[in-house]
């Protein structure tokens, strides 16, 4: 089992441009989740799907879209990245509990 | 919302014991979580607890939970240079809300 994997590992952007987080976990779970970590401010929830074919904002969803391909796969769009949106996103799945995280992909917004 | 408080920094020296702290704010709340972030990595799940336990141990670590006070600790027995990291309490929330404390780092001297 890999668990939970992310891409790209790192990425660099310049203000307005596209792109798409890729997340997908082989533990069977029922629930995804999206978040970012900024130094002094913790995890923040963004998106999360409970289920196949649901999704539900968290905390800080303003500026981000996600799509739930399948069991499998969750994905998070930047549709136009802004330099707030620099950071560490996690993914994370969960059936119940515990709640496991996928390695993270640092994202820099120029 | 409230925050889960964590002390920011400890200290230790290798062989001894280090206990992190963590209070928590929603009585309600169903498991409470420690995970361990190395520089540049995930969040790795460490142990959790059931908020009807008092005492979880697991090989090195123990959790102990005082649910009057709202205080989680983890004590690490025998430190080693490995164990240093940051440290996060979380809680769960009502719904999939997860709500982190800000995390503690944890240095061991030889």
């Known amino acids: 089992n890999a668990g939970v994997t992310q891409t790209p590992k790192f990425q660099v952007l310049k203000t307005g441009q596209s792109m798409t987080l890729q997340c997908a976990q082989d533990?069977?779970?029922?629930?995804m989740y999206w978040y970012r970590q900024d130094p002094g401010m913790g995890l923040r929830l963004i998106y999360y799907?409970?289920?196949?074919?649901?999704?539900d904002k968290g905390e800080v969803p303003n500026g981000y879209n996600v799509s739930r391909l399948n069991k499998r796969e969750f994905s998070l769009r930047l549709e136009s990245a802004a330099p707030s949106q620099t950071s560490v996103y996690f993914c994370?799945?969960?059936?119940?509990?515990?709640?496991?995280f996928g390695p993270g992909t640092r994202l820099t917004v120029l | 919302g409230e925050d889960v408080e964590q002390s920011l920094f400890l200290s230790v020296r290798e062989g001894d014991s280090s206990v992190i702290n963590c209070t928590y704010t929603?009585?309600?709340?169903?498991?409470l979580y420690w995970y361990k972030q190395e520089p540049g990595a995930g969040l790795q799940l460490l142990t959790y607890?059931?908020?009807?336990?008092d005492m979880k141990q697991d090989q090195r670590l123990t959790v102990l939970l005082n649910k009057k006070d709202k205080h989680l600790s983890l004590r690490i027995a025998d430190t080693q240079t490995g164990d240093s990291a940051i440290y996060f309490c979380?809680?769960?929330?009502?719904?999939?809300?997860?709500?982190f404390g800000k995390g503690t780092s944890l240095l061991v001297t030889p």
């Open positions: 607890i059931f908020s009807n336990m």
């Open positions: 533990m069977n779970h029922n629930s």
């Open positions: 929603d009585s309600s709340s169903t498991y």
């Open positions: 994370a799945s969960e059936d119940r509990t515990p709640r496991y």
């Open positions: 799907s409970a289920s196949e074919g649901t999704t």
């Open positions: 979380a809680e769960s929330r009502s719904g999939y809300a997860l709500n």
